[in-house]
């Protein structure tokens, strides 16, 4: 079975009221807030933000456990995160909370991780929210129809998605094999480092096989682009029609221009309070 964290787009929470707006809506949103909090390192300006995405989580309706099932890998890493700038940050003054041999934790290196930590969450987020119900096709149709990109582009992006189900039990398959084998790596772990590059190449192959067969098959349903002219989608010089249509409605430009202002606000806001501090120092 797939693992939740990686797949299963569009398959959480049918009811969300986030399946109402057009697929681009999340990628915008996740792009003004990453530009805003990857530039601003202000914690105010990632605290708004995050506060700000409450009204998503809601309309979201993911249960607790859909919840954890793709954001296990956030809280892993963000995990990894504040523990890695708890030991090397270089904010290290204030109040010593823990020294144990050349472990030193004090107020300001807790500060800096837990800053670290709530403006990657509030970049995270969004991501999680959205492409939980993200349905590939839609998205495919909605970057052709309203951010005119290459079907080439488009298309090829919504196969690679496809794949990523199959790729992942092309690796179950491949650990399945090697254990009614009896090949297992035991204690020793140059030879599991050995069997997992193995197994990589095997997965390299099989995907490399299957990427041929899938690209001759979209050749024989008219998505060559050597045959395409650079006005027409198709080699009989129609232009390439679409399953579905993607409409952009009102309420995805409101969405969309309420993300600006909030992140726009927060800025302001840190510019005039005097904490404002950028990436580029």
Not at 18 to 46: A, E, F, H, K, M
Not at 65 to 82: F, K, S
């Amino acid at each position: 079975m797939p693992p939740p964290g990686l797949v299963g787009f569009g398959q959480a929470a049918p009811k969300s009221l986030l399946r109402r707006y057009n697929p681009l809506v999340g990628i915008s949103i996740i792009l003004v807030i990453s530009l805003t909090l990857l530039i601003n390192l202000d914690l105010r300006v990632s605290l708004i933000v995050l506060a700000a995405e409450i009204p998503l989580v809601v309309m979201s309706r993911m249960t607790p456990r859909q919840w954890w099932a793709r954001g296990w890998p956030i809280a892993l890493a963000l995990a990894v995160v504040v523990l890695t700038n708890l030991i090397f940050s270089a904010a290290s003054g204030g109040t010593t909370l823990l020294q144990w041999g050349p472990l030193h934790v004090t107020s300001g290196s807790l500060g800096a991780a837990c800053a670290v930590a709530v403006r990657l969450l509030a970049m995270a987020l969004p991501g999680v929210l959205f492409f939980a119900i993200l349905e590939p096709t839609d998205l495919g149709d909605a970057l052709i129809t309203h951010w005119h990109t290459s079907p080439r582009f488009a298309i090829g992006s919504l196969a690679a998605v496809r794949m990523i189900p199959l790729i992942y039990d092309d690796w179950q398959h491949i650990k399945m094999a090697r254990r009614t084998r009896g090949i297992s790596g035991g204690a020793n772990p140059l030879r599991h480092a050995r069997m997992l590059t193995a197994s990589l190449v095997a997965l390299l192959v099989s995907s490399v096989r299957r990427a041929t067969r899938l690209a001759t098959a979209m050749d024989s349903r008219g998505f060559d682009p050597d045959r395409s002219s650079p006005s027409t989608s198709s080699g009989d010089g129609r232009r390439r029609s679409l399953a579905r249509e993607s409409f952009w409605r009102r309420r995805d430009t409101l969405l969309v221009l309420v993300t600006v202002i909030v992140c726009a606000g927060a800025t302001a806001y840190s510019i005039i309070g005097g904490t404002f501090r950028t990436i580029f120092g």
